[in-house]
Each structure stands twice: as C-alpha cells, then as structure tokens.
C-alpha cells in the first residue's frame, strides 16, 4: 500500500468495517479495496468537501 492510499484508508477512521468503508463525508459505502477508497477521497478532494 503506498503512502497515499494508507492516508486514504485512515480517513475513514473510525467508519471502517469489514466489508466496505463508509465515507466519513457522505455516508456512502466504499469497496475496501485501496484505489476505490482513494479515488473516492479524491472525489471529495476536488469538490472541497474534505
């Protein structure tokens, strides 16, 4: 895991579970896989919402 996809995944914080990672913005379930929760957090990154 890269520095940058570890930021990600501590992002979510405490809304981690299992099986998806729950956007501590939004509320959405994001796979647990490190790019999708990184290009989510991203998303949110470009719209200012992080």
Do not use: N
């Not at 996809?5 to 979510?12: G, K, L, N």
């Not at 299992?18 to 929760?37: F, H, K, M, N, Y």
Request: proline residues 6%.
């Amino acid at each position: 895991m890269t520095p940058e996809q570890q930021a990600a995944w501590e992002w979510y914080g405490d809304l981690r579970v299992t099986e998806v990672l729950i956007c501590p913005v939004c509320g959405t379930g994001v796979a647990p896989v490190s790019d999708s929760a990184l290009l989510h957090k991203r998303w949110h990154e470009q719209r200012g919402e992080a």
